[in-house]
């Protein structure tokens, strides 16, 4: 009687560790702007699958180069589409896996300043430092640097203009007070009330199409090829739509 007592108790032992024993994690690099989106989707993941996907954040650009000199990341999350192509066209990723999850949008932001009608706030300059992200490793910060030559301010405000690593950081030199105004991703205003925004015309810079693809270092990996089906379904797609990202 005992002996079958334990092997019931074994066996129920393994049968409610197997889910864990099972689980998979995938090494995800994600673009700054989409990081509250990105947590948010990860731990649906987890809910409905039982698998991790460790996030880590930065500026595209960064990752790019790092995914180039061999980081063990196995999908790439990008704030643009120029880059997971390149990565394809790099053989660094899966040449079918390449899609848009989201479509960024740009906006002036301050805790300081009435930015309501950002062209006649560019315009006017009166204010010390406008925060960027890193117009050559951040899109956002490209898109910035498009919209206010459009504008016809960029020559004007160029002497005051500070530059973020990333979004991230474009946004916490807003926050922080270290810059009077700058251009944030709409994403990141998302739980936001304080100051002034303004959200800049689509018409002023090229699409902000975020492409992600599933990396070589992933090609065989069923966690992360799950991930990615994920981010296309309908409760990531969700998530995507409520933090401001447009979708195809």
Do not use: H
């Amino acid at each position: 009687m005992w002996l079958r007592v334990i092997l019931a108790a074994a066996g129920a032992f393994i049968l409610s560790a197997a889910p864990q024993a099972l689980a998979g994690q995938t090494q995800v690099a994600v673009a700054a702007n989409f990081t509250a989106p990105a947590k948010d989707i990860a731990a649906a993941f987890k809910d409905k699958t039982g698998n991790e996907a460790a996030l880590s954040f930065g500026a595209s650009g960064q990752f790019y180069a790092q995914i180039q000199q061999g980081a063990p990341f196995q999908v790439f999350l990008s704030a643009d589409a120029d880059r997971p192509k390149a990565a394809v066209d790099a053989g660094l990723a899966v040449a079918d896996s390449r899609f848009t999850y989201a479509i960024g949008k740009l906006v002036l932001w301050s805790k300081s300043l009435d930015v309501t009608k950002g062209d006649e706030a560019l315009k006017a300059n009166a204010f010390a430092k406008l925060s960027i992200a890193n117009p050559k490793s951040a899109p956002y910060g490209a898109a910035a640097v498009e919209a206010m030559t459009k504008l016809g301010v960029y020559d004007a405000v160029q002497p005051k203009i500070v530059q973020g690593n990333s979004i991230a950081q474009a946004f916490e030199f807003v926050d922080t007070g270290n810059a009077e105004l700058g251009f944030v991703a709409l994403s990141q205003l998302a739980n936001v009330t304080a100051g002034w925004r303004w959200l800049v015309p689509e018409t002023l810079y090229a699409p902000i199409r975020q492409d992600a693809v599933l990396l070589k270092t992933g090609a065989d990996d069923e966690t992360s090829k799950a991930f990615l089906a994920f981010l296309k379904g309908p409760e990531a797609r969700a998530i995507i739509e409520k933090y401001g990202y447009g979708l195809e």
